[in-house]
């Protein structure tokens, strides 16, 4: 079975661009959830979904982020526009099951110049 | 507070011997879950084990087990007859409630595990 699937893999962008990340859960779960991980934060919740609805946008850090959740095979995380500041990995993870572990995807690698 | 606390930033450990990564939590509801990650360099989050603050026995899997001491609150990974590949950033995870639906899950700072030849 496939895991979860991120792309891109590497993102490098300058200041002031929109960057748009891709997700595909594992099949058949449905939760989804967007992290992002520095060195100064460590891993931090963005967002998740139940069924393709928005559950807890809590996380996200300004208005400049934004995800959606079309269907229950696809995810889109959105930084409009883009800064310094937001370089970081940015996972996303799917889960389903009594014990809601969480599978990873293998990460966006951010870089705002 | 912190939920989740690993005081270990840096661990070293010979190949084939155990290692006992630490973490302790923080709740006040009594179900919970804990969880531990491994982080290789190449930066996927893969998940090791999981306990729940009902079950009777400790977990594992493989070579991982889980210390769950639940009046101290802890929960520390057991890694036996470690190998090279054990290298990597563990990361101790915590999700406050009932199994059943889907809670938020903290993660600690992570500790660096190094094995050794």
């Known amino acids: ?113 | 507070a912190q939920k989740i606390t690993q005081t270990q930033p840096g661990m070293f450990v010979q190949e084939k011997e155990a290692v006992t990564l630490d973490c302790t939590y923080d709740t006040s509801d009594p179900s919970y879950g804990l969880f531990w990650y491994k982080q290789p360099s190449s930066g996927e989050m893969i998940f090791l084990i999981y306990q729940g603050s009902y079950d009777q026995q400790n977990a594992t899997e493989g070579r991982y087990s889980l210390n769950f001491q639940k009046a101290r609150k802890s929960a520390n990974l057991v890694i036996s007859a470690s190998q090279l590949g054990d290298s990597a950033m563990y990361f101790c995870a915590m999700r406050e409630g009932p199994p059943l639906g889907w809670r938020a899950l903290t993660f600690g700072s992570g500790t660096r595990l190094q094995v050794q030849p």
Request: include cysteine; charged fraction near 20%; proline fraction near 7%.
């Open chain 1, 1 to 113: 079975d496939a895991g979860v699937i991120q792309s891109p893999r590497h993102e490098v962008t300058e200041m002031g661009q929109e960057v748009t990340l891709r997700c595909k859960p594992i099949s058949g779960h449905d939760y989804l959830f967007w992290y992002r991980q520095t060195m100064m934060r460590g891993l931090e919740l963005l967002i998740y979904f139940n069924n393709n609805v928005p559950i807890d946008d809590s996380g996200m850090p300004e208005d400049r982020f934004s995800a959606k959740m079309p269907n229950a095979s696809f995810s889109t995380l959105k930084i409009q526009p883009s800064e310094p500041r937001d370089s970081a990995v940015y996972f996303c993870a799917s889960s389903s099951g009594e014990h809601n572990e969480q599978f990873f995807g293998p990460g966006t690698r951010l870089t705002v110049l």
